[in-house]
């Protein structure tokens, strides 16, 4: 092609035909021009290709992560219902002076429990990765950042509290603990058997009290349990809250991954 060129060019130059030389030089310098903007925009249509498939990636690998910490709410706040269930439950033995069964023994080993709440973060490590701005959609990219910086955080440090308060207690409660196992069969139909419950109970987590009477007096304690039912409630509430908030991005996500595939496959 090159050569094509300077042969015409050589010929009208041979032939004295500056005039229709100089025509000829400004286009050929104009299609010179035309093909190297083409090859930038044809550059500039892969690479937004690839940040977008790179951003699909990402979306979908957060959403991924984000059912998959539903899970980990749900077994939380069935936990924190029965620890609710469990302090109103021992209190109410208390105040009515009922005589001891091994259903306030389950009662009361929840007192010492609290759930830990675990969350998958590898689509948002990915994300951090590869910068934040690969999230188009500017409303979609701040609820992620405000979910895996603000709310998970916070939800981590109120539960992190609750446990040391709990750790705390220990001294106050072991007088307490039995040496009777109790099995899944004898469990209250108060309390929800999910999740961590499962667990504690394949583990023979729960046993019977000791010192009932005593402990039907020990005022001091009464109000512990009545701090903790308190705090169960309120701990309980922010993981629904988190949950929701979680369950609204990946409903946002999902609708944004929808636009996004559409317009790749309409530049295919």
Do not use: C
């Not at 100089?22 to 937004?48: R, T």
């Not at 590898?122 to 709310?151: A, M, P, V, W």
């Not at 981590?156 to 001294?171: G, V």
């Amino acid at each position: 092609m090159i050569k094509f060129f300077r042969k015409i060019r050589q010929k009208l130059l041979s032939e004295n035909k500056f005039s229709k030389y100089l025509f000829y030089a400004i286009g050929e310098i104009v299609l010179v021009v035309l093909g190297i903007l083409i090859a930038l925009q044809v550059n500039n249509w892969n690479e937004g290709n690839k940040k977008r498939e790179i951003e699909i990636t990402i979306l979908k690998e957060i959403r991924n992560n984000l059912i998959f910490d539903l899970e980990d709410f749900e077994s939380n706040i069935a936990h924190l219902k029965n620890k609710t269930t469990s302090s109103a439950s021992l209190l109410k033995a208390f105040e009515d002076d009922l005589d001891y069964n091994d259903s306030l023994g389950y009662f009361f080993f929840y007192l010492k429990t609290y759930p830990h709440f675990s969350y998958k973060s590898n689509g948002y490590k990915l994300l951090l990765s590869k910068g934040l701005d690969i999230i188009k959609n500017d409303t979609i990219r701040n609820r992620i950042t405000d979910l895996y910086e603000d709310r998970y955080q916070y939800l981590k440090t109120q539960e992190s509290e609750r446990i040391n308060y709990n750790n705390s207690l220990e001294s106050k409660i072991s007088p307490y603990y039995g040496t009777q196992i109790l099995m899944l069969e004898q469990i209250p139909a108060e309390l929800i058997v999910k999740g961590s419950v499962e667990t504690l109970l394949k583990f023979q987590f729960f046993r019977n009290i000791r010192n009932y009477e005593i402990l039907k007096k020990d005022f001091e304690l009464h109000g512990i349990i009545k701090h903790i039912e308190t705090m169960s409630k309120i701990l309980s509430a922010i993981h629904t809250s988190v949950k929701n908030d979680n369950l609204e991005l990946i409903n946002m996500i999902e609708k944004e991954l929808e636009i996004i595939s559409s317009k790749v496959n309409k530049n295919l």
